[in-house]
């Protein structure tokens, strides 16, 4: 018999776009006794789990839970729970996760209008409005952080002009919850979802997602079952709420870190919450300029607290710097997407990851390795 090494995986400072530095409460979380997935101490624990879940949303949406699987799996429950074949959707696309949501959009058989923007550019309002004019389509769809270029969207009226046009808003609050304002409810969204790695500080494995009572009426009116029944939030729904029907084995160990990280949220405060990553985004930021760096979003209003992207200086080999950190430093960080490959690097600074330190330690590790090639 093979007998195999302990295992013992090198700690790394995860500075990078996801996962992001688990916290040790949410690390204890994780070593408590399993439950079994229909015990009653785990629906009171899935209860918590939503309740905690419409504060960071903030919303009021009877509907949040978290569907098992990452950030991905949110945006397939998302669009696939709303969408049916035939159906029109516009989706604004300014880099890798718009064109994403498209493409899956796509292959469940609705009708994607894309609009595109250069990667790192946002949408305004009027854009997104002319799209939605034009198409008349069953929803809208939109990424609110795009982690491929580290630009904010802003959300303010869009929820507005969905209404107008009798259109469904979803957002991708992957990289925005927990760590940079996120307001369901204020913005008028219908349909969200996020990913645990991010800026709510657990390992990867849970999606919170919120739908909004307009778009539960959307689904119950469905022709067809949704496009995935692993997905179908109607079912999960059926789940995590009243009857807890049976669907699937949630991984309770994941439930508890999930619900440990949200408590936290909770604890620190939303609003301190997101003033700690603005202002360790606002150090990085002035850091890495002092360096002579480049930005890759000009305007400090358009740039994500939580994702930064920095571009490489054209002597620099891009992969080699990353390498060195991780081995020399044991820091991850981010390399470019799509036509942004090679010629940015992108800095995470998430949930527990998002403090004064890990932020001088990363300058200076850059500032040592962009001084001796
Ligand atoms: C990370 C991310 C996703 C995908 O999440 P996974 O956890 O990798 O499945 C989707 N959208 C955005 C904006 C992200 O940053």
Redesign the pocket.
């Known amino acids: 018999m093979k007998v195999f090494d302990e295992l013992n995986p090198p700690e790394r400072l995860l500075l990078g776009?996801?996962p992001s530095p688990v916290h040790p409460r949410v690390m204890r979380a994780l070593g408590a006794p399993v439950l079994g997935h229909l015990d009653p101490e785990l629906f009171r624990l899935l209860d918590d789990t939503r309740g905690l879940l419409r504060g960071a949303f903030r919303t009021t949406n009877e509907q949040a839970l978290a569907v098992s699987?990452?950030?991905?799996?949110?945006?397939e429950a998302v669009l696939g729970s709303l969408l049916e074949p035939g159906d029109r959707v516009v989706v604004c696309a300014a880099g890798f996760?718009g064109h994403?949501m498209a493409e899956l959009a796509g292959r469940m058989g609705a009708l994607v209008t894309k609009v595109e923007k250069e990667w790192g550019e946002v949408f305004t309002p009027e854009e997104v409005e002319a799209a939605v004019a034009a198409a008349k389509p069953k929803a809208v769809a939109i990424?609110?952080?795009?982690?491929?270029t580290g630009a904010l969207q802003p959300m303010d009226g869009l929820g507005e002009i969905a209404r107008r046009h009798g259109a469904l808003l979803i957002a991708?609050c992957?990289?925005s919850l927990g760590g940079v304002p996120v307001e369901i409810d204020g913005w008028g969204v219908d349909g969200a979802y996020s990913?645990s790695?991010?800026c709510l500080g657990c390992p990867?494995g849970m999606?919170p997602v919120t739908v909004s009572p307009r778009a539960r009426e959307v689904m119950a009116a469905r022709r067809r079952p949704a496009h995935a029944w692993y997905l179908d939030l109607e079912l999960l729904e059926r789940y995590w709420g009243g009857p807890h029907a049976y669907h699937h084995t949630i991984s309770s160990t994941l439930v508890y870190a999930l619900r440990e990280g949200l408590r936290l949220v909770a604890e620190e405060g939303l609003e301190a919450r997101w003033e700690r990553h603005r202002a360790n985004a606002e150090m990085l930021w002035d850091g890495l300029e002092a360096m002579g760096l480049v930005l890759h979003v000009p305007d400090p209003a358009r740039r994500i607290p939580s994702?930064t992207t920095v571009r490489v200086p054209d002597e620099v080999d891009e992969a080699q710097v990353r390498g060195r950190l991780r081995d020399e430093y044991g820091i991850e960080i981010g390399a470019g997407l799509g036509p942004l490959k090679g010629k940015v690097w992108r800095i995470g600074l998430m949930g527990h990851g998002s403090q004064k330190a890990n932020v001088i330690l990363l300058l200076a590790a850059l500032v040592d390795l962009l001084r001796r090639p």
């Open positions: 776009p996801g699987g990452t950030g991905m799996a949110g945006m996760f994403r990424v609110h952080a795009e982690t491929s991708d992957v990289t990913g790695q991010k990867s999606a994702l």
